[in-house]
C-alpha cells in the first residue's frame, strides 16, 4: 500500500494528490480540477469516470451543502470554503475561497502564489456498486460519494495542477480577466466598474465573495 494512502475510522477514502490543473486569482479565490476522469491510473490504480460526482453533487445542493476545503486531509483544518462545483468533459471543476482571516489560510495562500503548493486532493467514499474491477489491478470508480477537496503539496493523479496565479492589480485587469474568459466588452467594463471598489476597499471578505462569484460565472461560461 502506498504510504500516502489513508483511511480514516469511516472508511473515508482520499485519492493521491492529483497533478491538477490549477490557477488562484484575485485575493484568495482558487480554482482548477479537484480531478480528472480516465486516462492513466493514478498511483493507487483508480481511474474516475466521467459522470461519478453528478449524483453526489446533486446531493449536496439539494441539502444545501458543499464538500468542504482542507489543507492536506485534515478534518479540523479548513482553510476556506468552495463556492461551485461541477464537471465538464476533462473533470471535475473545483472553484472556493482561501480564508485568509485565518493564520493557516495566509500559510496556504502564499505558498500557492509562490508555486510551492501546486494539488488538490479529493476525499470520498464508493457507494455500493460505485466501483468496477478491471484488469491489471484497476479500479474504475463510477460513483463517488464527495466529501472534501483539500489542497495538497504532493500531486499524485497528475492530470491536475496549479497553472497560474494572478492578482488583480488594476480596473484594467479586472477588465481584461473578465474578457478573456468569454465576457462582453460592455458587460466586462460595468462588472469592473462597481466591482473594483469592492475589491480594494476595506470589507476584505465582501471583495474574496465577489472574486469567488466572478470565478464561478466565467467557469460556467467556459464549460457551455
Not at 64 to 80: E, I, N, Q, S
Not at 142 to 165: F, M, Y
Amino acid at each position: 500500500m502506498s504510504p500516502f494512502f489513508h483511511k480514516s475510522d469511516v472508511n473515508l477514502q482520499f485519492a493521491v494528490p492529483s497533478g491538477l490543473e490549477f490557477k488562484a486569482s484575485g485575493e484568495g479565490i482558487i480554482e482548477g480540477y479537484g480531478s480528472t476522469f480516465g486516462g492513466e491510473p493514478d498511483a493507487y490504480r483508480d481511474v474516475i469516470a466521467k459522470g461519478a460526482y453528478l449524483k453526489s453533487l446533486a446531493d449536496h445542493k439539494q441539502r444545501g451543502t458543499m464538500p468542504v476545503m482542507l489543507w492536506a486531509h485534515k478534518h479540523d483544518d479548513p482553510v476556506g470554503k468552495w463556492t461551485s462545483m461541477h464537471e465538464d468533459s476533462k473533470g471535475l471543476v473545483v472553484v472556493g475561497s482561501i480564508n485568509l482571516k485565518t493564520m493557516r489560510g495566509r500559510d496556504v495562500w502564499e505558498h500557492v502564489k509562490a508555486g510551492d503548493v501546486t494539488g488538490f486532493s479529493i476525499g470520498y467514499r464508493v457507494p455500493l456498486g460505485g466501483a468496477e474491477y478491471l484488469p491489471e489491478g484497476v479500479t474504475l470508480l463510477k460513483e463517488i460519494a464527495l466529501h472534501e477537496v483539500s489542497v495538497v503539496a504532493l500531486p499524485a493523479n497528475h492530470g491536475a495542477r496549479i497553472t497560474s496565479v494572478k492578482s488583480f492589480n488594476s480596473k484594467n485587469e479586472l477588465v481584461d480577466f473578465l474578457r478573456e474568459n468569454g465576457v462582453a466588452k460592455t458587460a466586462a467594463a460595468r462588472i469592473a466598474a462597481g466591482g473594483w471598489p469592492v475589491l480594494t476597499g476595506a470589507d476584505h471578505q465582501k471583495a474574496i465573495d465577489l472574486a469567488a462569484k466572478i470565478e464561478a460565472a466565467t467557469a460556467k461560461i467556459r464549460s457551455l
